[in-house]
T-cell receptor, first 110, second 112 residues
C-alpha cells in the first residue's frame, strides 16, 4: 500500500529565507506526485505536479526516486506563502486515487 | 461559472439524525471523490465514483453512503449520525487521465 509522510507539522521561517517542505513516499509502482496548498479561508488547490517540471509561485519540487522523496523548495519565502501544504501520491493503477500526507503548516514571519 | 459546490458549509446536529451532504460540480467531470479530514490530520478517501451509477469505497472505512445518479451530483449520506462522525468532509472532482483534482470548500460536520 502507498504511504506519504510529511515529517514536519509546522515549519516557521523568516521572510526571504529559503524553505524546504519535506515529503517522503513509499510505493512499489511508478508514482505521480503532487503538492496541494490551502491558504487561509481558501480551498485546497493544486500547487504543482512532478510531471510538469514547472515552477509555480517560485516553488519547485524534484522527484528523487532513489530517496523516495518529493521535497518542495523555494529560495526566498514570502509572507503570502504562509499556508497548509499537502504532498500527495497518485498510484499508477486504475482510478486517479490520491494518497495524502499529513500536511505541513508553513508560517513565514516578517 | 464552472465550479464545485458543497452545501452546507457547516452543520451542527444531534445524534441519530439522517444527514445528506451535497456536492455538485458544473465542470463536466466524470470522476468525483469524498474525503474525510480530522483537524490537523491528513485527508482520507472514503468514496469515489467514475461516473453515473458508479460508486466505490475508498481507503478509509466509513459508515456513510454515496450515490451518483447524475454526473454533476455526488451526495453523501449518513443514516444515523454519531459523534464519531464529527469531521470535515471534502468533495473533489477530476477529468479522466492523470488530471488534478478540484476541491470544494468542504462541510464541517459536528454531531452533538
Amino acid at each position: 500500500a502507498q504511504r506519504v509522510t510529511q515529517p514536519e507539522k509546522l515549519l516557521s521561517v523568516f521572510k526571504g529565507a529559503p524553505v524546504e517542505l519535506k515529503c517522503n513516499y513509499s510505493y512499489s509502482g511508478s508514482p505521480e506526485l503532487f503538492w496541494y496548498v490551502q491558504y487561509s479561508r481558501q480551498r485546497l488547490q493544486l500547487l504543482l505536479r512532478h510531471i510538469s517540471r514547472e515552477s509555480i509561485k517560485g516553488f519547485t519540487a524534484d522527484l528523487n526516486k532513489g530517496e523516495t522523496s518529493f521535497h518542495l523548495k523555494k529560495p526566498f519565502a514570502q509572507e503570502e506563502d504562509s499556508a497548509m501544504y499537502y504532498c500527495a501520491l497518485e498510484s499508477d493503477n486504475a482510478g486517479n486515487m490520491l494518497t495524502f500526507g499529513g500536511g505541513t503548516r508553513l508560517m513565514v514571519k516578517p | 461559472e464552472a465550479d464545485i459546490y458543497q452545501t452546507p458549509r457547516y452543520l451542527v446536529i444531534g445524534t441519530g439524525k439522517k444527514i445528506t451532504l451535497e456536492c455538485s460540480q458544473t465542470m463536466g467531470h466524470d470522476k468525483m471523490y469524498w474525503y474525510q479530514q480530522d483537524p490537523g490530520m491528513e485527508l482520507h478517501l472514503i468514496h469515489y465514483s467514475y461516473g453515473v451509477n458508479s460508486t466505490e469505497k475508498g481507503d478509509l472505512s466509513s459508515e456513510s453512503t454515496v450515490s451518483r445518479i447524475r454526473t454533476e451530483h455526488f451526495p453523501l449520506t449518513l443514516e444515523s449520525a454519531r459523534p464519531s462522525h464529527t469531521s470535515q468532509y471534502l468533495c473533489a472532482s477530476s477529468e479522466w487521465g492523470n488530471q488534478p483534482q478540484h476541491f470544494g470548500d468542504g462541510t464541517r460536520l459536528s454531531i452533538l
